[in-house]
């Protein structure tokens, strides 16, 4: 049995969340984690700015002595990475998109630009703007990937969304401008559309045109590929592997975790250095004790969105998070909510407009609400409620 020192990024308690009817009480977090820690797994994702519970967990992990091992998911922003530091962490993933799809939509300067209001990239769009909109983009993950660096001390990993849509040069010179900051550089198949040949391809394509960096694999399971992809990529030269245990998260879920180490295991005889393979079952047993699934790929099941961040862009460009036409787009409402899950039922569904305040009033008592019923709620119970006075 060969033994390779691949990397393990753990996102259960993150992405695995972000499932849509997934809830993870405080205590079932703790545990989890300290499960999960004995996996021997080399990160421990949590996303501590989503809310007061989120951060306290990070706080009470650090104080039992898993500093090495939490790593805080952090949005862009100067704010966003001091209130990772101040949680305690050494370690974080900053994320932003690199695809022209998402680049596009955006953009805050197209956004204002009222000759692109209700376009989409698939627009005839200037070749300017998408020039534009790829520097601003870079400018920004620069700008953010020196001060976690250099000014805030912490060690980083980027994490390319939606990488698999991206132009190829454009994500090249990404990788380079981002290679003297980080340790590793994620790509994401954030929708899944990859291929187990074009996995294996693209990523030996990269490693030949860039140089200085690590790479890990962020892929998502909505066509049923993202064990095959992520093994075919592992064996072109990636070195991370993200992903959940159970293959929980958002649509039809993340790589399994448990299968990832497995499947190197049986089909190549590659064990991955560190891990404590006995204890995977204890991890997989207690969340299947649960009754948690991921939903199927393909299913209507598979559709439904809960994050702010992919309702936001929904709102504008159905393909942006859903690559299946024929099935309908269902948004509910929780924990990972924001104002843009609001926006679209009174705006695109309903065609009621409501105010940004009001918006976000009932944003903050559905996260509310949420976190203490540990639950989601539908577009009809949301309705139901705002007409009840609950959102006054």
Wanted: glycine share 6%; charged share 20%; proline share 3%.
């Amino acid at each position: 049995m060969q033994t390779l020192p691949i990397k393990i990024s753990d996102e259960t308690l993150r992405d695995g969340e972000q499932q849509v009817g997934v809830f993870f009480s405080l205590p079932t977090k703790h545990k989890l984690a300290h499960l999960i820690a004995q996996t021997g797994v080399d990160e421990l994702c949590i996303m501590p700015s989503v809310c007061e519970q989120e951060a306290e967990l990070v706080k009470t992990l650090i104080s039992e002595g898993w500093d090495d091992l939490i790593t805080a998911d952090t949005m862009m922003g100067k704010d966003y990475i001091d209130y990772a530091k101040n949680c305690g962490v050494k370690r974080i993933i900053l994320f932003h998109a690199v695809s022209d799809r998402l680049l596009f939509l955006r953009n805050p300067h197209v956004r204002l630009m009222s000759e692109f209001q209700d376009k989409t990239i698939d627009d005839d769009i200037p070749s300017h703007i998408i020039n534009q909109i790829r520097q601003d983009a870079l400018d920004v993950i620069v700008e953010n990937l020196h001060y976690a660096t250099k000014v805030a001390g912490l060690r980083v990993d980027f994490a390319a969304e939606d990488a698999s849509r991206a132009d190829f040069d454009f994500l090249v010179q990404c990788i380079r401008s981002c290679s003297p900051y980080i340790e590793h550089f994620l790509l994401c198949d954030t929708v899944g559309v990859l291929s187990p040949e074009k996995s294996y391809i693209w990523i030996n394509d990269l490693l030949q045109s860039t140089t200085g960096v690590a790479f890990g694999v962020h892929y998502h399971n909505d066509m049923g590929l993202a064990l095959e992809n992520t093994l075919q990529s592992l064996m072109a030269g990636a070195t991370l592997v993200s992903g959940t245990f159970c293959g929980l998260g958002e649509r039809a879920g993340n790589v399994a975790l448990e299968q990832v180490l497995n499947g190197l295991r049986v089909r190549f005889g590659i064990e991955v250095e560190g891990i404590n393979y006995d204890a995977v079952d204890a991890v997989t047993n207690y969340i299947e004790e649960m009754g948690i699934r991921p939903a199927p790929p393909y299913s209507q099941t598979s559709q439904r969105h809960e994050s702010g961040i992919h309702v936001n862009s929904l709102f504008r460009d159905p393909q942006s998070y859903a690559i299946f036409p024929h099935n309908k787009i269902d948004v509910v409402f929780g924990k990972w909510s924001g104002v843009s899950n609001f926006q679209y039922l009174f705006e695109k569904q309903l065609q009621n407009p409501q105010t940004r305040q009001q918006y976000e009033k009932m944003r903050s008592v559905i996260k509310s609400l949420a976190t203490e019923q540990e639950c989601y709620f539908t577009a009809n119970e949301v309705l139901k409620l705002w007409k009840d006075g609950i959102f006054e």
